[in-house]
């Protein structure tokens, strides 16, 4: 890779980690090194740097909706499985798994080994409409050595053909769009079971009027620790009926077989 293509995709360095602490105090370069840093340092993959809009060359389609390039937090990652997959029970493994604008693959790959950990089996991908950051997450996952030609596809999340793959979702989403590209790709939905997780934003309008309900929430310090899990499915879950209803401000599962999930601490 040419050092022009590299700074097109992101570069770090310790001024980075400078610029961080002056900017939020000690929490954020700490963070920032065990849940985003140290994930690449293991595996040898580039995940962790960010892309700001304005690098991307060319851009697609429909990029003034759209977000940055930025990975998420590994333990956020983790949770967003441990609920869902919890939440979910037997039906978890029928899903598929799509990380909705999956940048350079992070959560793909960690959500891979949260299943393989848990020795569940589960279709997973990742869709990402800017082809560069797509070229890397394909490089990252030859590094790791994961055989699988269709786990990311260059595609907008708006016009992708889920219904091709599934009748079952689970959307991760890490602040890739605004509204109006979130009711596109909900309205691509339509009639399917669906489990989404917002990190970031919740979203809570657009996923109201789409007919979804929150089961998870949790906060934390860092906006991208904030956790929202929303369903809308063609059953509607069995509900416990001393569990009350679902609200918005704390951590609330209603299970399909009506157990009561714990409220989450703080990641
Ligand atoms: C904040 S990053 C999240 C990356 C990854 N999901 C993660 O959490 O590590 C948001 C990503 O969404 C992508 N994106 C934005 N709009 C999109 C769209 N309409 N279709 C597909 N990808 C999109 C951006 O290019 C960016 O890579």
């Given amino acids: 890779m040419t050092t022009r293509n590299k700074e097109q995709l992101g570069n770090f360095g310790a001024g980075d980690y400078w610029r961080m602490l002056r900017a939020r105090g000690i929490r954020l370069p700490i963070q920032y090194f065990f849940q985003t840093h140290l994930f690449d340092l293991v595996r040898g993959t580039d995940t962790h740097t960010w892309l700001p809009r304005d690098r991307y ?32 029970g037997g039906n978890f493994k029928k899903r598929v798994f799509v990380d909705v604008g999956s940048g350079k693959g992070k959560v793909v790959f960690a959500w891979k080994e949260c299943l393989e ?36 596809r260059e595609a907008d999340a708006a016009s992708f053909d889920y219904r091709a793959l599934g009748d079952q979702f689970l959307l991760y989403m890490y602040n890739p769009f605004d509204d109006s590209i979130l009711s596109a790709v909900l309205d691509q939905l339509d009639g399917l079971d669906v489990i989404v997780v917002h990190t970031y934003l919740d979203h809570q309008e657009c996923m109201s009027a789409a007919g979804f309900e929150v089961f998870h929430r949790s906060g934390g310090w860092y906006p991208g ?7 809308r499915g063609v059953v509607p879950p069995k509900r416990d009926k001393t ?17 009561k999930d714990s409220p989450s601490k703080t990641a």
Wanted: charged share 25%; proline share 4%; glycine share 10%.
């Fill in 117 to 152: 950990k848990s020795g569940i089996s589960q279709q997973t991908i990742g869709l990402e409409y800017y082809g560069p950051l797509v070229r890397v997450a394909k490089a990252n996952q030859r590094k790791l050595g994961i055989e699988d030609l269709d786990l990311f």
């Fill in 57 to 88: 060359i060319d851009p697609p389609a429909g990029e003034d909706h759209g977000g940055y390039y930025m990975c998420s937090l590994t333990n956020i990652v983790r949770k967003a499985f441990r609920v869902t997959e919890r939440w979910d």
């Fill in 243 to 259: 569990q009350g209803s679902i609200t918005t401000s704390q951590s609330v599962a209603a299970r399909p077989d009506g157990v």
């Fill in 225 to 231: 620790s904030r956790m929202t899990i929303y369903h």
